[in-house]
């Protein structure tokens, strides 16, 4: 079992850490970690977000743990070397094509949403965000109008597959939790739309059991905020899901505590090939000072472990040290606390059943 | 002066009757009204969403009155025969590119959000939402790829003069408010982006006493929730004006009460050209039973004096008489009390000073 380490920018190298504090203390038989270089600590090293030994190192692995990219630094810089091509080449070359965002809020840390605690207290939703296609992977650029003015493009689409293998993971996620999917489109002014409706109708066929209902991305946007306890299964393509699945983590509060999964096609034996990463960005402004609260990535561990390397077991170990970590009181800055990443480590190793 | 009074369907009937008499009560000398069909209801009546005579009417106007369109079996109509298409074709046909919708709590109303009450007394904040371009009037369809499947296709874009005349909407408002522009786009992924955050950067050099940031759609639709008070004015495009604006009034919690303009580039003598409407939709659940909320209609029309009659003064009085309304506990049933429509219609006219 072979796990790439993508630490990256600002706090990613703090949470990354922390993380593999907590990998080492299960002492799984038969793991190999490697470490890699991304975002504008790569580009500051190799002149690449993204180098190709990184690539490489992740395409050869089970499983790739990231933590952060992004830096003040790298908003000047052309496209193609800002940190954040970094993860959208990793998704692309990597064929990863399901991103899931699971957003619920910690009992007993309701009170850091900023609904009304009523509102609060109900959700616990999966948000699968489409990652591969969409209005970021089309042609685009820069062209001169018939006026002569410049004029910036892109072209969004989904063909029929695109749209049918997230649609699988939705279905099948959603077989596994409540058994609705929420699906999330604008179907009423766009033809990408209207292709991914149709083909979501067609696949939620194959899933007697599956609600399925849609919404008009617009209306998704405020459900998420008036009532977001109604929502189990959240499917939707890449610039929507973008959009409520940040959404969907503003409402929980507690963004440092959210963990994601990216997966592609591939199975490693033990699961399916996946991209494991906090939601939290990389925070320059708290970076190397001990401060960040490292459960996002802990938690993205555990995903890891239960979706790539079949450790069931192992990751539900991990989430029972979290729960009682948070028990414990033992918070960071961020849920009002005072604990460092250090040591919210420690506790969760502790707590390790 | 001459307004268009479009009332379509579900209870768009019904408050722009409550509106028309909020409008016959202030005895406006010289004033002519025509009413036109449009929605559904044109649909069923002349074949179309938007007849040909509903458009001639609405461009012979100073300004446009809209109820709301949208029905249940509009849902199986081609695209252009849908009751959205009315709206989107009087956004084109008239050249309607700046959408304002204003988002603020009414005090004591507060507890209609669904956010805690600390972060919900702040919030007063104006979506500028360009309403002319993006991927809303891209060219689109559907075509078979390489691969034999069936594609839906989108093309988004702006071009510089586009950004630049809505972009002098925004700073222009802001100066009026508390001089603060919020800029939001996807800057890291898309070239529509790109030019317009460039191209807003520039217009902000004509308004040096106010203050502009850029934030990715992602974040504001994070920051619209953890803390909405931040915001005075948010300048985007189409799509995520789409989205966020609907946000904002969840936010607010009182979608009853929501007014939007859609102004052109025209001037009537007394003002812009425009067309006025609520934010809330058709409702077909509630439609014909009189217990629709009209406020969010009447304030439209207070808009509609404003920007495009130049009847400021009229204005204030509609909106004191709808604040006084509301201070006395004259409540529709979507703010928890049990007025009707022809009681809260009949309470705003009492309350004409
Ligand atoms: C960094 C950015 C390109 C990325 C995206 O838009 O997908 C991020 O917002 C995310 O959601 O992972
Ligand atoms: C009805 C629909 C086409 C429209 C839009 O997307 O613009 C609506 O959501 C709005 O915001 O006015």
Request: charge should be negative; glycine fraction near 12%.
């Amino acid at each position: 079992m072979k796990i790439a380490l993508l630490p990256g920018d600002g706090i990613g190298p703090e949470v990354v850490a922390a993380a593999r504090r907590v990998l080492d203390a299960l002492a799984l038989p038969g793991l190999v970690l490697f470490e890699g270089d991304v975002g504008m600590a790569a580009y500051r090293r190799h002149g690449h977000p993204l180098p190709a030994e990184t690539l490489e190192m992740a395409r050869a692995a089970d499983a790739v743990l990231f933590g952060a990219v992004g830096d003040p630094e790298g908003d000047n810089l052309p496209r193609e070397h800002r940190p954040e091509a970094a993860i959208l080449g990793l998704r692309a070359e990597l064929g990863l094509f399901a991103n899931l965002r699971p957003a619920a809020g910690w009992p007993g840390l309701e009170h850091l949403s900023p609904l009304r605690p009523e509102l609060a207290r109900g959700i616990d939703l999966l948000v699968v965000r489409e990652l591969n296609g969409d209005v970021y992977f089309g042609a685009k650029g820069e062209r001169t109008n018939a006026a002569g003015e410049r004029e910036g493009w892109d072209s969004m689409s989904y063909c029929e597959s695109e749209v049918r293998r997230i649609a699988h993971t939705a279905f099948a996620a959603a077989g596994k939790r409540r058994g609705r999917v929420t699906s999330v489109d604008k179907a009423n002014v766009l033809e990408t739309s209207r292709i991914w409706r149709e083909t979501v109708v067609e696949v939620a066929r194959d899933y007697p059991d599956i609600r399925l209902d849609h919404l008009y991305v617009d209306n998704a946007a405020m459900q998420m905020v008036r009532a977001p306890g109604q929502f189990d299964v959240i499917l939707t393509g890449n610039l929507f899901g973008d959009i409520l699945s940040d959404q969907a983590s503003a409402v929980v509060g507690s963004i440092g505590l959210l963990p994601s999964a990216s997966l592609g096609e591939r199975t490693t034996g033990h699961g399916t090939f996946g991209l494991y990463e906090p939601i939290h960005g990389s925070a320059p402004d708290i970076a190397g000072h001990g401060k960040a609260n490292p459960l996002a990535a802990i938690l993205s561990l555990a995903m890891l472990l239960r979706h790539s390397l079949g450790r069931e077991a192992d990751a539900g170990r991990i989430e029972r040290a979290v729960a009682k970590t948070l028990g414990d009181g033992v918070l960071g800055a961020d849920l009002g606390g005072t604990a460092s990443t250090e040591q919210i480590a420690a506790a969760v190793v502790s707590n390790l059943l």
